[in-house]
């Protein structure tokens, strides 16, 4: 199975500043690599897919970049609905595999 | 507008089985495999398996080969899955998703079953 491995594990910003979620891969998963939201008693949302491509309605503060083994997530001018735990998956071969989360906290 | 509903939340004693079920609608039936994916208490998510459009196939996390099965009713356009011999760390979350072939991600999901194993 690929081992997708996220850092930090948690992380504490205020509304206003750009941050940045590192997820590898135990090997390279190409571009298929996807991010998700999710908040509290809720079902993850995604985000991006396919490493940067920006899912319909997500606001554009949200990028994503990488390709074969290394993928970030940035956001931009964080808002106060962004607090919130933020996943990476690799999308390229079962089993889709998650990382551990990262706690984005506010400060 | 594409939709997943969910069955609602179980308890099971441990060695015991359970059924969850998602029924799907507002979609293009053959655009998607379904996937299920587990959350326990304060952890990750973990992905359990999945299953084609037409239902004749599925695949599994090697964790719970032999336990776990996913079948579809297309006539009712649900899928299930059913979890046997029940540990107490089965005790999780359970989601069913899409999985676009297209875009190799879990574009929508349903609200979530919780199953509490617990003798």
């Known amino acids: 199975d690929i081992q997708m491995t996220q850092s930090p594990s948690s992380l504490s910003a205020s509304v206003g500043d750009r941050v940045t979620i590192s997820c590898r891969a135990s090997?390279?998963?190409?571009?298929?690599l996807n991010w998700y939201q999710q908040k509290p008693g809720k079902p993850p949302t995604v985000l991006i897919y396919?490493?940067?491509n920006l899912e319909s309605g997500v606001p554009s503060r949200f990028s994503g970049s990488g390709s074969g083994t290394d993928f970030s997530l940035t956001i931009s001018g964080l808002q106060p609905e962004d607090f919130a735990t933020y996943y990476c998956?690799?999308?390229?071969?079962?089993?889709?595999?998650f990382g551990q989360g990262t706690k984005l906290e506010i400060k | 507008q594409v939709q997943l509903v969910q069955s609602g939340a179980e308890v099971r004693k441990p060695g015991a089985s359970v059924k969850v079920s998602c029924k799907a609608s507002?979609?293009?039936?053959?655009?998607?495999?379904t996937s299920w994916v587990r959350q326990a208490p304060g952890q990750s998510l973990e992905w359990v398996g999945m299953?084609?459009?037409?239902?004749?196939?599925?695949t599994y996390a090697q964790k719970f080969q032999g336990r776990v099965t996913v079948t579809r009713d297309t006539s009712t356009t649900t899928v299930s899955m059913e979890l046997s011999s029940l540990r107490s760390d089965d005790t999780a979350v359970y989601y069913c998703?899409?999985?676009?072939?297209?875009?190799?991600?879990?574009?929508?999901w349903g609200q979530g079953t919780l199953v509490t194993v617990s003798s």
């Open positions: 507002g979609y293009t039936f053959t655009s998607y495999y």
């Open positions: 396919v490493a940067s």
């Open positions: 299953i084609n459009p037409s239902g004749e196939s599925t």
């Open positions: 998703a899409f999985y676009s072939l297209s875009r190799k991600s879990l574009d929508y």
């Open positions: 090997q390279s998963i190409r571009n298929y």
């Open positions: 998956q690799q999308g390229n071969s079962a089993p889709y595999t």
